[in-house]
């Protein structure tokens, strides 16, 4: 059937069924869909291969100096320096190995980002409606859209409800095509022109609906131009790139500084071959090449420490702007509060009732004036109940499953859908009402979505009389507007201006109590009376009553936020809510200090960006905003020099969170949309996530310092022991195995254990860093040069005074120059994790570190004392002076100056 081209547009709801063979009611079962994925491959689209492994491995020797050194390593051979030759062949491959091993940890840390940020697509398998991701999506699949998704295969609708979809990625049209579920019966028909079929990559602007998967992958339309999709870019971040440019500069120093070593050398009588080869290789071990790699990895390790802590980095770029943020913009429902809405109050005819029971169990009693009631009792408050359960997307499932040691049953109940209609079902619930008793009297027709711009979403429903009703819900202002009578006392009256006002003061009250507040109305519909647009319904609405709901704040939040201050980053709140809702939240949360302002939407619509400029920063809470308001907000505070993150789930928040310097989306309430907007995921939808994503992104940048520091003076001494060496007459401190050593042991496990390291414990005391701010800023360039200097000034002051002792022995001489450099680098390396000084960090805090410092002593210690090894590396063993010579000048470095350090700042 599938290899069968079909013109799916043309068929019947049922003969789609039939020919897809599946079940609309209960979807595929397990066992098909496992079947079917062997059958039809996983449903993505053929990006190109990758390199293979044995390119990647080869392209770890293509570096020019590589080269060369390979070239004198073979002339070496030819002159009979056979074991110099095969131990430089052998490190060379050693550090080939250590490049292809950390470039395949980036390559696959970034592959499951990929895998983690991936959509996913709401499916109907075995009777449930799951979630799952779009790579598994078959033949056959019943999928559910709805606003904000994108979709992940080609579907023939079913079901549609005031669903429009944005084509443009397939047809070039950016205007939403309106879709409905009805077969076309004309014969060939263009891809814009199927109204009843939605495609792969395409977006759900409007409305849900309901279709069966028809092909996936490359069979879909989107497949066929697949090859449009094929380019695979690498992602850059601008700090690599600043870092690619200060290589090429390091480069060019370390090459003239190489050949000034070389030329001294040959001037000062040394041979033409040796100085050629120890040159050479001082340029390999001296020139930063792997310096953009090695951000890479220290990314890629500090992106997978994020995921543990729930948030998924889509764009790396973000990793570095995160520690310059300066103001978070946050959701309130579900970012700072626990996203479990609770109805709690209930005002309708006058009368006000409150509600007992938390979250999604349908457990509670009704009270009046301090007394238990009986809903049953009151007919508004039956209207209220079941109008709000009737105008609903939401479905509270009741689950069962065993749990402790032994196996008791526990039953939980289960939200599907938005929290705000979840509370209004649960209310119903705990009234007696369930979801078949309201299916007997009444059967929904048709449905106009909630938008933004509405702020209301309406069902036509029919009784079992025939009479047909149009129900809405939405804010209270809103359904105000747009009401003509109101329900009070028991009966329908006119809704006048001091019933208006009495509305309007409970709504207050309510809101003074941190409740979200949400108005039900309705309005019966004439016998003839179509409404096909949602302003044609909506209109002469009788007024019903109002629902009173609480969503608690999450418990960790306050502290994040003080947290955040701290740090020097302010913490705005951004709700739908009531503006005296959201001031009694982000007081409690402490977020809006004294004097402090809310602004609400009306306001925000009336202002321009440049008169919202002018307060933004007196701003700590905008109420009743639109997403439509953020994109203002956002460049608000971007014109105040401000490096915004913004928070968002919707459709409509993609420009703002676009816009934002750091755009994060919500991972379990978020659309695809939002998701794909955002450059950040939180996986768990909560504020603290942002707080430690921060931490995170402030904790990788000062790592990237960290080992920046390490390796330039790392090799700042060892360019410089060899060239005052030369310019003093002096012999070679250093032959180029051991140079070579030294770079492949000392500077690769170290520098690899400093992207490790734990952040500072005053990393978010410090204020937001400058996104101008150079990476050599805060005085690097002073500690790269004052400790690389002194480095090799003692690396230097131990080979002349060990060659004064004992002037025959020059190998004695370059073994203990080799020792102190190697023990002064690895001193040093615990010196780069503070900012500060040695002094300020416990050493051991970092056990990745103190590992590589113990790997690196004991191979030093191998190529000293263990005689094959030293015949290779020209070394002897050293006596107890001697050590205690090299150990008291390779501290000089990290202690003099770190003391120094340390009294200054004291």
Request: glycine share 8%; net charge neutral.
């Amino acid at each position: 059937m599938w290899g069968v081209v079909m013109n799916w547009y043309q068929l019947s709801e049922t003969e789609v069924t039939k020919s897809a063979a599946t079940n609309k009611e209960k979807g595929l079962s397990q066992k098909e869909v496992e079947k079917r994925l062997k059958s039809y491959g996983a449903n993505k689209l053929d990006q190109g291969k990758p390199p293979s492994a044995l390119f990647v491995f080869l392209g770890q020797f293509k570096d020019f100096m590589v080269l060369i050194l390979l070239a004198a390593t073979f002339i070496s051979g030819i002159l009979g320096e056979y074991i110099d030759a095969l131990t430089i062949m052998i490190i060379i491959l050693l550090n080939g190995i250590l490049g292809f091993v950390q470039e395949r940890k980036a390559e696959k840390s970034l592959e499951a980002l990929k895998e983690l940020s991936a959509p996913q697509m709401n499916v109907l398998r075995d009777g449930e409606w799951k979630k799952v991701l779009s790579s598994q999506i078959v033949p056959g699949d019943i999928i559910k859209v709805s606003s904000g998704d994108r979709i992940g295969a080609d579907l023939r609708l079913i079901e549609t409800s005031g669903l429009r979809i944005e084509e443009s990625s397939l047809t070039g049209e950016s205007v939403p095509v309106h879709k409905h579920e009805h077969p076309l019966t004309s014969g060939q028909i263009e891809i814009g022109d199927q109204l009843n079929m939605a495609f792969m990559g395409t977006l759900v602007t409007q409305g849900s609906g309901v279709g069966i998967v028809i092909a996936t992958g490359m069979h879909t339309e989107m497949g066929k131009i697949a090859h449009l999709l094929q380019s695979t870019t690498t992602l850059v971040t601008p700090l690599q790139r600043k870092l690619e440019q200060l290589g090429k500069i390091l480069i060019t120093v370390a090459l003239v500084l190489t050949a000034l070593v070389v030329l001294t050398g040959v001037v000062q009588g040394h041979d033409l071959y040796t100085m050629v080869l120890a040159g050479v290789s001082l340029a390999v071990a001296a020139i930063p090449e792997g310096l953009p790699a090695i951000v890479t990895v220290a990314l890629a390790l500090g992106v997978q420490r994020m995921i543990k802590r729930k948030a998924i980095v889509r764009k790396l770029p973000a990793v570095e702007t995160l520690g310059c943020a300066s103001v978070i913009c946050s959701d309130k429902t579900g970012t700072l509060t626990q996203n479990k809405m609770t109805v709690t109050h209930i005002w309708t005819g006058g009368k006000q009732w409150k509600v007992s029971g938390g979250g999604y169990e349908p457990k509670g009693v009704f009270s009046l004036d301090g007394k238990s009631f009986d809903p049953s009792k009151n007919r508004n408050l039956q209207q209220l109940l079941s109008y709000g359960w009737l105008c609903n997307n939401a479905n509270i499932q009741e689950k069962t499953s065993k749990q402790g040691m032994l196996r008791k049953s526990v039953t939980e109940y289960v939200m599907d859908g938005d929290p705000t209609e979840g509370a209004l079902v649960v209310s119903a619930m705990k009234a007696g009402y369930t979801k078949q008793s309201l299916d007997q009297y009444f059967t929904r027709v048709k449905e106009f979505p909630f938008d933004s711009a509405r702020k209301m979403m309406s069902v036509v429903v029919k009784d079992r009389q025939g009479r047909s009703y149009i129900i809405t819900k939405g804010a209270p202002d809103v359904i105000l507007s747009q009401c003509m009578n109101i329900t009070y006392g028991g009966h329908e009256q006119a809704l006048s201006s001091d019933r208006k006002a009495e509305v309007e003061a409970v709504v207050d009250h309510l809101a003074s109590q941190a409740l979200r507040t949400i108005a039900i109305a309705y309005r019966p519909l004439g016998a003839r009376e179509t409404c096909t647009q949602a302003f044609e319904a909506e209109r002469n609405l009788t007024f019903i009553g109002l629902q009173g709901m609480i969503d608690p704040p999450r418990p960790e939040v306050k502290d994040a936020i003080s947290e955040c201050r701290q740090a020097g980053i302010k913490t705005v709140m951004i709700t739908g809510d009531h503006k005296r809702t959201a001031a009694a939240i982000a007081t409690q949360l402490g977020i809006l200090p004294k004097g402090g302002k809310v602004l609400d939407g009306q306001t925000l619509s009336r202002w321009s960006v440049a008169e919202l400029e002018e307060v933004v920063d007196d701003v700590y809470v905008y109420a009743r905003v639109s997403p439509e308001h953020k994109l203002k907000i956002v460049k608000a505070l971007q014109a105040k020099g401000h490096i915004v993150a913004m928070t968002g789930d919707g459709v409509n928040d993609a420009p703002a969170i676009k816009a934002a310097n750091i755009g994060i989306a919500m991972g379990i309430t978020g659309t695809d949309v939002a998701k794909e907007a955002s450059s950040l995921i939180l996986s768990d939808d909560n504020f603290s996530t942002i707080k430690a994503a921060i931490k995170e992104g402030r904790n990788i940048y000062e790592n990237i310092r960290k080992f920046i520091r390490y390796m330039l003076a790392s090799n700042v001494g060892e360019i410089l022991v060899m060239l005052f060496a030369m310019m003093l007459g002096m012999p070679l401190p250093l032959v180029a195995i051991q140079i070579l050593w030294i770079n492949l042991v000392t500077d690769g496990l170290p520098a690899m254990a400093l992207g490790m390291d734990q952040a500072e414990g005053d990393v978010m005391k410090r204020e937001p860093r400058s996104p101008d701010e150079g990476v050599f800023a805060r005085g690097l360039t002073w500690k790269i040069i004052s400790r690389g200097f002194m480095i090799g000034a003692v690396t230097l002051a131990v080979f002349w005074l060990t060659l004064q002792a004992h002037p025959d022995e020059l190998i004695r001489a370059q073994t203990v120059a080799f020792v102190t450099l190697v023990m002064a680098q690895l001193i040093h390396v615990f010196d780069c994790r503070s900012e500060y000084s040695v002094y300020h960090r416990n050493p051991f805090e970092n056990r990745y570190l103190v590992v590589a410092v113990l790997i690196s002593t004991l191979l030093m210690l191998a190529v000293i004392y263990y005689p094959p090894l030293q015949t290779i590396f020209h070394t002897v063993a050293l006596d107890g002076r001697e050590w205690l010579l090299v150990l008291g000048m390779a501290s000089i470095p990290t202690v003099v100056l770190g003391g120094f350090q340390l009294f200054k700042r004291k």
